[in-house]
């Protein structure tokens, strides 16, 4: 696979267990990399590890949750004295609520913030520091096209995105001298676990959304795969704080 190849590298997913998180997950391990899949369900986890291996490559399941720093240090030493490295990170762990800022609760507000922008900094500050000691790494945080072309009832949700965009290029200044790149993927709307049931029941809100895409389809979870392996690979070394948008050319409306 030339500079895509990632034999002998050892990877964390955030969040990997279903949708995108999941495809980059089979994505990193089918070239060749150990990924590491955390979620908070380990039921859930060793399914999708499972379904990774099924496939021949090679997958690990450790339960995690990103708004808890001691499970995510746990996991972190875990993985370490497991692989003795960590060297690429993606953080794909995110929630969502639909409603009007209006309507927003402040426990609603917390869980969001929480999980999609503090639970990705303490992802990043915790494997960050192996990262550093090791001058290299690559982190990758998933984002949201959201943080340009705005959608109805979805206003919390892009301000955290928004948030972990401007994260990503703060890190990548900061940690670019130790040879650790961070740079983010802005999917567009696409149809994961997250939001299947929603557009069942909302046949109007998918139509909205795939008439926004000049390519006219919703995206998959397998079309985000590219740019993490980009990413995630040699291919990137010169690429830091960037954020890639996968939608469809839904940004350019």
Same mark, same amino acid.
């Given at each position: 696979?030339?500079?895509?190849?990632?034999?002998?590298?050892?990877?964390?997913?955030?969040?990997? !267990?279903?949708?995108?998180?999941?495809?980059?997950?089979?994505?990193?391990?089918?070239?060749?990399? +150990?990924?590491?899949?955390?979620?908070?369900?380990?039921?859930?986890?060793?399914?999708?590890?499972?379904? $990774?291996?099924?496939?021949?490559?090679?997958?690990?399941?450790? !339960?995690?949750?990103?708004? #808890?720093? &001691? !499970? +995510?240090?746990?996991?972190?030493?875990? $993985?370490?004295?497991? /692989?003795?490295?960590?060297? %690429?990170?993606?953080?794909?762990?995110?929630?969502?609520?639909?409603?009007?800022?209006?309507?927003?609760?402040?426990?609603?507000?917390?869980?969001? *913030?929480?999980?999609?922008?503090?639970?990705? /900094?303490?992802?990043?500050? +915790?494997?960050?520091?192996?990262?550093?000691?090791?001058?290299?790494?690559?982190?990758?945080? %998933?984002?949201?096209?959201?943080? #340009?072309?705005? #959608? &109805?009832?979805?206003?919390?949700?892009?301000?955290?995105?928004? =948030?972990?965009?401007?994260?990503?290029? +703060?890190?990548? /200044?900061?940690?670019?001298?130790?040879? $650790?790149?961070?740079?983010?993927?802005?999917?567009?709307?696409?149809?994961?676990?997250?939001?299947?049931? /929603?557009?069942?029941?909302?046949?109007?809100? *998918?139509?909205?959304? %795939? #008439?926004?895409?000049?390519?006219?389809?919703?995206?998959?979870?397998?079309?985000?795969? =590219?740019?993490?392996?980009?990413?995630? @690979?040699?291919? @990137?070394?010169?690429?830091?704080?960037?954020?890639?948008? $996968?939608?469809?050319?839904?940004?350019?409306?």
């Amino acid at each position: 696979m030339g500079p895509f190849d990632l034999a002998g590298r050892v990877a964390i997913i955030m969040g990997g !267990s279903r949708g995108i998180g999941l495809a980059i997950a089979e994505g990193l391990a089918g070239a060749g990399a +150990v990924s590491v899949i955390a979620n908070r369900n380990p039921g859930q986890g060793e399914e999708a590890a499972a379904k $990774v291996r099924g496939k021949g490559w090679k997958a690990r399941a450790i !339960s995690a949750d990103v708004t #808890q720093r &001691p !499970s +995510v240090e746990s996991l972190v030493s875990r $993985v370490l004295k497991e /692989f003795g490295r960590i060297d %690429i990170l993606v953080n794909s762990a995110a929630i969502i609520v639909r409603k009007p800022i209006v309507e927003i609760t402040d426990e609603e507000w917390d869980s969001l *913030l929480n999980t999609n922008l503090k639970g990705t /900094f303490v992802c990043c500050q +915790v494997v960050g520091r192996h990262m550093i000691e090791r001058r290299q790494g690559k982190i990758i945080n %998933i984002s949201s096209n959201i943080i #340009q072309p705005l #959608q &109805p009832g979805r206003g919390v949700y892009a301000i955290t995105k928004a =948030g972990l965009t401007q994260l990503t290029r +703060v890190l990548a /200044f900061e940690w670019a001298q130790y040879n $650790v790149h961070v740079n983010a993927i802005a999917p567009g709307p696409t149809i994961t676990d997250l939001n299947r049931k /929603f557009f069942e029941d909302h046949p109007e809100d *998918l139509k909205a959304r %795939i #008439q926004s895409m000049p390519i006219g389809r919703m995206g998959q979870p397998r079309d985000h795969v =590219g740019a993490a392996l980009l990413l995630a @690979s040699s291919a @990137s070394d010169f690429i830091t704080g960037q954020t890639i948008f $996968v939608d469809g050319g839904s940004n350019l409306l």
